[in-house]
């Protein structure tokens, strides 16, 4: 129960910073794909920036995770169509919804009902995608 | 204290989410929203029509915490931390010319999401319906599809040097620039 409560809390940061930043207005989304704005660019490169220097620390200091076990880098299974066609699927939504995965839960919260059409939509297409994973390149 | 109710800058935001990535890091955990969705088709019942999703999504309930505590989150920056209850955004004048001149989104710099398709009046047009509904579903299977979203591709893959990852965000911006200049004068 603690951990959940712990999850939980780290939403809870996670929502405010994505709606206090804008990141989760469609358009921020809208602007950052015409170039015309570094706010999105500058929110992505300085989370990189630290996150590519911090994740180096953790593996040459071999830190570990809460109760001694590795942390989680895994190494991402090589391809290539599979990640740019999957991708571009993406991009492609990322620009007409305005909002990725995380946001669309924040805007539930900030009191637009209209956005569960776009989880719904989120919802049948991750399902129509484990139906055909199969059949898709990868 | 007065900053907290104006919108954050890049630079306040941009280190914070690289916290969030830490904090799932140092709990054994790896920042990807978009697995909620996975995790939720399971407990819905979908791994009865598709082995993509037969596991024990129980194991997988923290995801499901985030995005509720992303709710919350949402609601408390909207409510409690604006000055005023001013949500616009301040997008560039340009960008604001544009929505307005070519694609009549008379809301563009004065609200948080376009009225045009958010707000819910708008939703007796069943095209605004269609393009909701469409752009999540291009969200959702692209996100499974890549393997990831902005938060397991753009933040965690990329910053564990992943070449996948920045493939996948090369693919995201694809998507997005053909979307918004291509089809955008298409559909509005």
Known sequence: MKKYTAYLAIGVFFGLVMYKSEAASWFRIYEMFRFDSFHMYGIIG?????????????????????????????????????????????GLGWALAGACPGPMYVLIGAGFPSILIVISGALIGT?????LRARLPH | MHWIYEPWPWYVAGPLIALVMFLLLFLGKQFGISANLRTKCAAFGAGKTSDFFDFDWKEERWNLMIVLGAIIGGFLGSTFMTNNGDNS?????????????????????????PEELFAIESLNDFTTIAILLVGGFLVGFGARYA??????????????????SLIAVIGFFIGGLIMIHVFFPLIF
């Open chain 1, 46 to 90: 300085s989370a990189l920036i630290l996150g590519v220097v911090g994740i180096q620390l953790i593996k040459r200091k071999n830190i570990k995770a809460l109760g001694g076990r590795d942390m989680q880098l895994n190494q991402k299974q090589p391809s290539f169509p599979r990640y740019l066609v999957g991708g571009i699927f993406f």
């Open chain 1, 127 to 131: 399902y129509v995608y484990g139906l």
């Open chain 2, 89 to 113: 955004v301040s997008i560039s004048k340009n960008t604001v010319e544009e929505l307005k001149s070519e694609y009549h989104f008379l809301s563009a710099g004065e609200s948080y999401l």
């Open chain 2, 147 to 164: 393997g990831g979203c902005t938060s397991g591709h753009a933040i965690s893959g990329l910053s564990n040097l992943q070449l996948p």
